[in-house]
């Protein structure tokens, strides 16, 4: 069984602070981290190899600096690591990103592809399901749990909605996405550690190496349907009324702010 | 060429989802500024009674497809009929409500008909001037907003979350309703549902909430909760949580406003020892009348509070629970 695992490498947005005189995002010195969902994912695909058998290979798309995801990965215990990266990749939106992706999992070989559900960064939750249509398999997003049926290339997955839950049986080739309740992920271990930049290497794959599989108009910026037309920073609402009062007074501000908005 | 505002109506279990009716609100206010129509596209079992709601909402036309293989939602069904009626609707916009089906269903859309999807847009406008179709959404944790455009392709997509756009009200309109077959083949069933799990919903899903009473990690433990819920039930509310607090254990994830959680507009919200940090701001700012309630006076959350009170939650959540018993009494 052979399992793809897609993850981004995203800034820690728990890090992120703000400028308090022009509001704006103070990016440097933030850590880069594996996002959360893509972390479950590698994880969920190393339980099925732990318990099953196969090969796990993580991939990214990304700059040079995207290395250190894919070597964190080789400690937690994937088997091989390639990073996506050429300037003709850059500024695609999510459609040429999974295009491009798709490419390089069609050179690679796959039965099982596992994508988190969405990075943290962008939150479209797209780039799945689109590789998912590229390559013309089925999909099930937002997985909470992953079985495989013991005489079937098959998956049981548990796929959470707002309201239930529902059992899917998906047979391989297949997409799966995962939730970040799928799983703990493990630690790195010392010898992973040792061997993801001892041992094992990160094979870069450019344009040059999947061009039989993804045409150059469908790639990078050229490849992109969307276009951001500008971005701002949000205009915050004018501040409202800050009272640092007794307890008592407190509740009666509330009480009265209920009572002129008519809500009691 | 293509023209008038598509938008794929969610219906689950024969229930319109209200996100659904939101987008029909916007897409009345897109075409109307453009001399375009609102076409509903509906898919389902059994479904051809809801098209004379969606009319009623603002539909000047409904599509819907019918055939026992769309009863419960799976991907490859559901996007098969919808690739198919927008090509022969050839619709300049399609609107998606960004729901974990909708979340599932756009993308393949997307990337089968090979046009742009902008998520989760919290504004979306026409250009007066260039008559660009404007998708704003929030980027890298809600602080920084960016418009995006689709020149090139059509049609231009976009999901909306649950919340963010206003549905128009009910009333008697006139409207077309149009049967649209779809041939389906097994080959079309790519997925076994073999089971359902209803989670049972004791609790109203938050975006449907007029009131929300929501703890952060400054509410300190699980038991803490419940005085929320107290106020919360006194006030026809419910409660909801910060990441932090959902993170720690103290709320189920469903709870959760936020970037990463839902986006809530409930008429008032209470943000109870919540910090105020901008992924959490990001999906509940539009609230009619925000209540903060943290020690910490330079806390993020003062910054978008309508009425912020510095001072201990734990003694003055039970208090104010207590005096509007009296005073609802």
Redesign the interface.
């Known amino acids: 069984m052979k399992i793809i695992v897609c993850i981004k490498q995203v800034p820690d947005t728990n890090e992120v602070k703000l400028d308090q005189e022009t509001g704006v995002l103070i990016r440097d010195g933030v850590p880069s981290i594996i996002n959360p969902d893509d972390l479950c994912g590698i994880e969920a695909a190393l339980e099925l190899k732990d318990k099953y058998g196969g090969h796990v290979t993580v991939i990214t798309m990304g700059p040079p600096q995207a290395d250190v995801a894919l070597r964190e990965a080789l400690a937690m215990g994937c088997d091989a690591a390639h990073l996506i990266s050429d300037r003709l990749f850059g500024g695609a939106d999510t459609w040429a990103t999974s295009k491009t992706l798709s490419g390089a999992i069609k050179k690679l070989g796959y039965d099982l592809i596992i994508t988190g559900r969405q990075a943290i960064d962008g939150d479209t939750a797209q780039v799945g399901p689109q590789i998912a249509e590229h390559l013309g398999i089925p999909q099930v997003t937002y997985a909470q749990e992953i079985e495989k049926l013991e005489n079937e290339n098959a998956f049981v997955v548990l796929r959470q909605y707002e309201d239930r839950y529902q059992k899917i049986k998906i047979k391989a080739p297949a997409l799966i996405t995962a939730l970040s309740t799928l799983n703990s992920p493990r630690y790195m271990s010392v010898g992973g550690i040792v061997a993801a930049y001892d041992e094992l290497e990160v094979k870069t794959i450019t344009y040059e190496d999947i061009k039989d599989f993804v045409e150059q108009k469908d790639i990078g910026l050229k490849g992109s349907p969307t276009r951001v037309k500008k971005s701002f920073t949000k205009t915050a609402k004018g501040k409202g009324e800050l009272h640092e009062v007794p307890d008592d007074e407190a509740v009666e501000i509330i009480i009265n702010k209920l009572k002129q908005h008519y809500v009691i | 060429m293509s023209e008038n505002v598509l938008v794929i109506c969610e219906q689950?279990d024969g229930v319109l989802q209200k996100v659904s009716l939101e987008l029909i609100g916007k897409g009345r206010e897109l075409a109307e500024k453009t001399g375009q129509k609102v076409v509903a596209l509906l898919m389902g079992d059994g479904i051809e009674k809801l098209a004379r709601v969606l009319i009623n909402h603002g539909a000047d036309k409904v599509v819907y497809v019918e055939h026992e293989i769309l009863k419960?939602y799976m991907?490859?069904p559901a996007?098969k009929a919808a690739c198919a009626v927008i090509k022969d609707e050839n619709p300049d916009i399609v609107l998606v409500g960004a729901?974990?089906?909708g979340?599932?269903l756009?993308?393949?859309i997307?990337?089968?008909i090979?046009?742009?999807?902008?998520?989760?847009c919290t504004s979306l406008t026409i250009d007066d001037e260039t008559g660009?179709f404007?998708m704003t959404r929030?980027?890298?944790?809600?602080?920084?907003?960016?418009?995006?455009?689709?020149?090139?392709?059509r049609p231009q997509m976009a999901t909306v979350r649950p919340g963010v756009m206003i549905a128009c009200d009910e009333q008697p309109r006139d409207g077309e309703i149009k049967k649209f077959d779809v041939s389906f083949d097994p080959g079309d069933v790519?997925?076994?549902?073999?089971?359902?799990?209803?989670?049972t919903?004791k609790a109203k899903?938050i975006t449907e909430a007029k009131?929300l009473v929501s703890g952060g990690r400054g509410t300190g433990n699980k038991e803490n909760f419940a005085t929320l819920r107290e106020l919360a039930d006194v006030?026809g509310g419910e409660i909801s949580a910060s990441r932090a607090a959902v993170d720690l254990g103290y709320a189920e994830?469903?709870r959760q406003v936020g970037?990463?959680g839902k986006t809530v507009r409930p008429?008032?919200y209470f943000a109870c020892g919540i910090s105020g940090?901008?992924?959490h701001a990001a999906g509940m700012?539009e609230s009619?009348?925000?209540?903060a309630?943290n020690k910490n006076?330079s806390a993020?959350i003062?910054?978008?509070?309508?009425?912020?009170?510095?001072?201990?939650m734990h003694?003055?959540i039970p208090?104010?629970t207590a005096?509007?018993k009296k005073?609802?009494a």
């Not at chain 2, 003062?302 to 201990?312: K, N, Q, R, W």
């Open positions: 689950r419960d991907t490859e996007a729901s974990s089906i979340r599932d756009a993308p393949r997307a990337a089968r090979e046009t742009g999807l902008t998520a989760d660009e404007l929030p980027a890298f944790g809600g602080n920084i907003m960016a418009t995006i455009i689709c020149p090139q392709h790519t997925v076994e549902i073999l089971e359902t799990i209803k989670t919903k899903d009131i006030l994830k469903d970037q990463t008429d008032v940090a901008i992924q700012e009619g009348l925000i209540f309630i006076s993020p003062f910054e978008i509070a309508d009425v912020g009170i510095v001072g201990d003694k003055i208090k104010l005096r509007l005073e609802m």
